[in-house]
C-alpha cells in the first residue's frame, strides 16, 4: 500500500507543477498579447507652419523654433513673448519655453496623434486633445 500512496503523492506533486507551469505560460501568452501604443513617425516639415484653434495660433519654424499667441487675448504673433524651441521623436513634440529673464526652461510635451496637411491633432500631458488647421498663407 505504501507504494500507491507514494505513486499518488509523486503524481500530484506532477499535476501541481504542471498546472502551475501552464498558468505562467498563459500569463506570458496574455502579456504578449496586449496591444501596444502605437506611435506615429511623424516627419519635421509636416510640423513646419502656422496652425490655428479657435483664435490660438502656433507657428513652427523649419529651424526648430516657434510662437504661440492667442488673439482672443489681444495678442499678436509679433507681440507675443512665448517664443519656444521644439524637438520632434516619433510622434512626441516637445517645446521649451524660455521664461522673459531667458534663465527658467518650460518645457510641455505633446503626443501628436494625427497630422495631415490640413489637421494637427496632439494630445497634452494631461490627456486633454487638441486639434488646430494649417493656415494657408
Same mark, same amino acid.
Given at each position: ?16 507543477? %504542471?498546472? /502551475?507551469? =501552464?498558468?505562467?505560460?498563459?500569463? @506570458?501568452?496574455? $502579456? ?8 506615429? +513617425? ?37 507681440? %507675443?513673448? /512665448?517664443? =519656444?524651441?521644439?524637438?520632434?521623436? @516619433?510622434?512626441? $513634440? ?8 531667458? +534663465? ?34
Amino acid at each position: 500500500m505504501m507504494g500507491t500512496t507514494a505513486a499518488v503523492t509523486v503524481c500530484k506533486g506532477i499535476l501541481r507543477k %504542471s498546472l /502551475l507551469l =501552464f498558468s505562467f505560460l498563459v500569463f @506570458l501568452f496574455l $502579456l504578449a498579447g496586449c496591444e501596444k501604443e502605437q506611435h506615429l +513617425n511623424v516627419n519635421p516639415a509636416d510640423l513646419h507652419g502656422l496652425w490655428v484653434r479657435n483664435q490660438e495660433y502656433w507657428r513652427f519654424l523649419d529651424n526648430g523654433t516657434g510662437v504661440t499667441w492667442d488673439e482672443a487675448e489681444d495678442v499678436s504673433e509679433q507681440e %507675443s513673448n /512665448l517664443r =519656444f524651441e521644439w524637438t520632434l521623436s @516619433l510622434d512626441e $513634440l516637445t517645446c521649451v519655453f524660455r521664461g522673459e529673464m531667458g +534663465n527658467q526652461a518650460v518645457p510641455k510635451l505633446y503626443i501628436i496623434r494625427e497630422i495631415t496637411p490640413t489637421r494637427l491633432r496632439w494630445e497634452d500631458y494631461y490627456g486633454e486633445e487638441y486639434t488646430f488647421s494649417k493656415v494657408v498663407e
